[in-house]
């Protein structure tokens, strides 16, 4: 069974940090591009971030750049979206989202190029 499973999510203060993960069970990373995606409460999804399968090239979307870094681990077929400086708008259900193809699509925020999504973490950034 092919899945994604994200992890990592919970109840932050403003200012606070938390490391995201994403790890793969039947099949292998190494040749998905991964994208980060949220949710919050009556908004659109949001595409966070986009890294290419090895991993040398990645995307952010405006609101998170500076803030969030995107890694993976194709040893542990596992990437990572750490999240520092957290404010209280970054709260949303966090997905991940993985696309067969080497690098990032020009088009990589809306997720419609994703073949598979995992069923999200929720991220609380309140004090």
């Known amino acids: 069974q092919l899945q994604l499973v994200e992890s990592g999510g919970g109840l932050v203060q403003p200012g606070g940090s938390l490391r995201l993960s994403c790890a793969a069970s039947?099949?292998?990373?190494?040749?998905?591009?991964i994208g980060w995606f949220r949710q919050a409460p009556g908004k659109e999804r949001e595409g966070v971030s986009c890294i290419s399968s090895r991993g040398g090239s990645t995307k952010y979307a405006d609101s998170v750049k500076g803030r969030f870094t995107i890694s993976r681990d194709n040893a542990k077929n596992t990437v990572y979206l750490q999240m520092n400086s957290l404010k209280p708008e970054d709260t949303a259900v966090y997905y991940c989202?993985?696309?067969?193809?080497?690098?990032?699509?020009?088009?990589?925020?809306?997720?419609?190029?994703?073949?598979?999504w995992g069923k999200g973490t929720l991220v609380t950034v309140s004090s």
């Open positions: 039947g099949f292998t990373l190494d040749y998905y591009a």
């Open positions: 989202a993985a696309d067969l193809a080497p690098g990032c699509s020009s088009s990589w925020s809306l997720g419609y190029a994703m073949n598979y």
